[in-house]
Nanobody, 121 residues
Framework: QVQLVESGGGSVQAGGSLRLSCAASGLTFRPHSMGWFRQAPGKEREFVAEIRWGDGSTTYRDSVKGRFTISRDNAKNTVYLQVNSLKSEDTAVYYC??????????????WGQGTQVTVPS
């Protein structure tokens, strides 16, 4: 059974930082891509960042470029999202995903349960 387990969320003041983790288990093969998505109250889930397992190449949504960094630890089957210079508009539930993308759209095979990030305004 595949599981993606996120951790590291919390409440932090504007300008602060967090490191989100996504530990993958039960995978019989390395997914093409791992990504982070987020969903704010009353809004649709949106893409945040992606990393390719193979070559480690990455991409980000424009609003987080320069503030968020996605990385992976192959040995631990874990993906991280370092979130810096947090803003109130970053408040959302952050979800880890495993699947395949073409840099434009995603086919998500597995979702994590989500971790809450709150930045009080």
């Amino acid at each position: 059974q595949v599981q993606l387990v996120e951790s590291g969320g919390g409440s932090v003041q504007a300008g602060g930082s967090l490191r989100l983790s996504c530990a993958a288990s039960g995978l019989t093969f390395r997914p093409h891509s791992m990504g982070w998505f987020r969903q704010a109250p009353g809004k649709e889930r949106e893409f945040v960042a992606e990393i390719r397992w193979g070559d480690g190449s990455t991409t980000y949504r424009d609003s987080v470029k320069g503030r968020f960094t996605i990385s992976r630890d192959n040995a631990k089957n874990t993906v991280y999202l370092q979130v810096n210079s947090l803003k109130s508009e970053d408040t959302a539930v952050y979800y880890c995903a495993a699947g395949k993308s073409n840099w434009v759209s995603w086919n998500v095979d597995y979702w994590g349960q989500g971790t809450q990030v709150t930045v009080p305004s």
